[in-house]
């Protein structure tokens, strides 16, 4: 596609309950991150998946995170027993190792956590 | 780890110059960037500067580095009302990842 997809764009759940959330990013960018921006704030980094290599997990919160990609397509963040302080929006975003790397993202997932 | 702060609001009025201001700590960056997020939307690079140059200039955008005392800015001229967003600075720190600030809120009033 043109650009970085997620879905779904905004979710609710409520507390205690298993969440997925997809990112779809561009097609032929090797590397891929996901962020967390809480409400009023910057973003924080999650994790960071580049080709075949080992994910950066080092920006996950807590063992209730967790992140697969398939190959260089499809990634999912997973956050188990959804907590109130979970409620932020999601954002992914991918990039091509073309020295810049620059990051493209997409338009993020909101999450409400009830 | 890389400390970032950005005063959160801006207000100015349509045709002014706007200018963002963001100071950091960890020099080790080999670019700095400039982002907009516009309300519901991912944000949008806007443009970014090599850490060995002290200006770059894209249209309407002036980026400004000052290395000496780690201070970034950018400069909007002839801010429109579409310009109003939210505007983070951000920089790679090596590990691939970006560390953004806080973001500052840019208000164009008519």
């Known amino acids: 596609g043109a650009g970085v997809s997620q879905s779904p764009s905004n979710k609710v759940t409520e507390k205690g309950k298993d969440v997925e959330l997809r990112c779809d990013p561009i097609s032929g960018h090797t590397a891929l991150y996901w962020y967390r921006q809480r409400l009023g704030q910057g973003l924080e980094f999650l994790i960071y998946f580049q080709g075949n290599s080992a994910p950066d997990k080092s920006g996950l919160p807590s063992d209730r995170f967790s992140a697969e990609r398939t190959g260089e397509s499809v990634s999912t963040l997973t956050i188990q027993r959804t907590q109130q302080e979970d409620s932020a929006v999601y954002l992914c975003a991918s990039s091509q190792p073309d020295g810049l790397e620059t990051q493209y993202f997409g338009p993020g997932t909101r999450l409400l956590v009830l | 780890g890389e400390d970032v702060e950005q005063s959160l609001f801006l207000s100015v009025r349509e045709g002014d110059s706007s200018v963002i201001n963001c100071t950091y700590t960890?020099?080790?960056?080999?670019?700095l960037y400039w982002y907009k997020q516009e309300p519901g939307a991912g944000l949008q690079l806007l443009t970014y500067?090599?850490?060995?140059?002290d200006m770059k200039q894209d249209q309407r955008l002036t980026v400004l580095l000052n290395k000496k005392d780690k201070h970034l800015s950018l400069r909007i001229a002839d801010t429109q009302t579409g310009d109003s967003a939210i505007y983070f600075c951000?920089?790679?720190?090596?590990?691939?990842?970006?560390?953004f600030g806080s973001g500052t809120r840019l208000q164009v009033q008519p």
């Open positions: 500067i090599f850490s060995n140059m």
């Open positions: 951000a920089f790679d720190t090596g590990r691939r990842a970006l560390t």
């Open positions: 960890d020099s080790s960056s080999t670019y």
